[in-house]
């Protein structure tokens, strides 16, 4: 993936919430702009708390090569996804 394709989907108005999909199988949700950073070779995702908005508990760092793709989430509720091993 490239960095102008996650960038697309920040700067989009109004924003629209969207989910990344890794190699690997996990997800992450996109819900507000400033939770996420895109470098050249990455995207830093500010995981958010859920006790408090707009805090980041934690973040990950994906590696772009690594995202598969992206879907918007037309305003529905984070799905919790299973790991495979």
């Known amino acids: 993936m490239r960095p102008e394709d ?4 920040l700067v989009t ?5 969207f989910r990344l999909f890794m190699s690997d199988g996990a997800t ?3 819900r ?4 996420c950073i895109v470098s050249r070779s990455a995207v ?5 708390d859920p006790q408090t908005s707009g805090v980041a508990v934690r973040v990950a760092h994906c ?3 690594h995202i ?3 879907e918007t989430l037309n305003g529905t509720k984070p799905k ?5 091993k």
């Open 6 to 9: 996650v960038r697309e989907h």
């Open 44 to 48: 830093y995702v500010g995981i958010p």
């Open 28 to 30: 992450l949700d996109i």
């Open 68 to 70: 598969t793709r992206i």
């Open 13 to 17: 108005q109004p924003f629209e919430p």
């Open 63 to 65: 590696a772009l090569i």
């Open 80 to 84: 919790r996804t299973r790991r495979h």
């Open 32 to 35: 507000h702009p400033d939770m």
